[in-house]
């Protein structure tokens, strides 16, 4: 339970189901039986790839949780049998001409701040934590709505990264796995991939691997210098794996993958910019390590166990 602005929130510490909840009030620490003074931060920064061998440090159960809803209020029972069966669905439509114009000059302008203080295109990270209207979008309800049909009532937002692909940058994303990055269990989550641009094969469009995620943690090798990855994990053959499909969107739509759906993008060789905003969701019962639970935003039901932060939205736009 979380009432916005700090007054209260209810956790307590991960992997421990049987303890008591926490209870936070104005910087008090409180169970039934004790109350101590305790200081209160929350952490904002996190590296955008854990390290390797912190992963391996870390049980995880990477096996794909098909949706079980009967009743979906936003997809179709047909949209839910296609990502059950191909681990993607695409594309939905959401934002109007006039609200996606909003979001890409909003996006403009965050990427000319981040780039004139060092950054790339690629490191806008975590920016629900730090940007108000980032947070709005992973927290919007029609977004919200869909990811419901396919995680259940209780939804956690946690992760926000925008990866926009420059004109002839060079970059590619090689083939991966999302859930291999991620220090969660169980892989009940998924990635909507909202398209700030029109994302096409010219461009350098998504691409994923149809029906990959069935076939668990997949084998990966570390990716070299001369793949100019964005990323730093490659799975080779691929289409051994299932059918590719490019993920062609119009600006204002999404596409929702399984975070165990094989899936990647070739460089940008045209003179047209490719930006998109990737919002990650879990089901409210899964676990993070690495402090990650400190990213999760409760967007739908609750969070029973306390075990996700729920910050507050960030006053900075």
């Known amino acids: 339970m979380n009432i916005r602005g700090n007054t ?46 912190e992963l391996n440090q870390i049980e995880r159960d990477l096996r794909f949780h098909p949706s079980t809803t009967t009743d979906p ?20 439509s959401i934002f109007n001409d006039e609200e996606v114009t909003g979001i890409r000059g909003y996006f403009d302008d965050l990427l000319q701040q981040v780039m004139a203080a060092g950054g790339d295109s690629y490191s806008i990270s975590t920016a629900h934590r730090k940007h108000g209207r980032v947070y709005d979008l ?3 309800p029609r977004i919200v709505a869909s990811v419901k049909d396919l995680l259940g009532e209780n939804v956690i937002g946690w992760g926000s990264h925008f990866f926009c692909k420059m004109p002839h940058d060079g970059k590619q994303v090689a083939w991966h796995q999302d859930a291999s990055y991620w220090p969660l269990s169980p892989s009940k989550a998924v990635t909507v991939w909202l398209a700030i ?34 990323l730093d994990q490659t799975i080779d053959d691929a289409e051994q794996y ?24 070739e460089a940008n060789d045209s003179d047209r910019r490719r930006c998109g905003l990737t919002l990650r969701y879990c089901a409210a019962d899964v676990r993070a390590d690495l402090d990650w639970n400190q990213k999760g935003v409760i967007v739908s039901g609750e969070d029973a166990s306390g075990h996700w932060a729920d910050p507050p939205r960030p006053d900075d736009d």
């Open 8 to 53: 209260v929130n209810f956790s307590c510490v991960a992997h421990e189901e049987t303890i008591r909840p926490r209870i936070f009030i104005r910087g008090y620490e409180r169970n039934h039986d004790f109350q101590i003074e305790t200081t209160m931060s929350q952490k904002s920064d996190f590296k955008i790839l854990p390290g390797q061998n």
């Open 73 to 92: 209020k936003a997809l179709s029972l047909e949209q839910i049998e296609q990502f059950n069966r191909d681990g993607y669905i695409r594309p939905i």
């Open 138 to 140: 992973l927290t919007d």
């Open 197 to 230: 641009d029109d994302a096409d094969v010219e461009n350098a469009c998504m691409r994923f691997i149809a029906g990959s995620h069935h076939s668990g943690h997949l084998t990966y090798r570390p990716s070299d210098s001369a793949e100019h990855n964005v």
């Open 242 to 265: 299932g059918t590719p499909v490019d993920d062609i969107l119009k600006a204002g739509e999404f596409s929702i993958h399984s975070d165990l759906l094989l899936h990647g993008s």
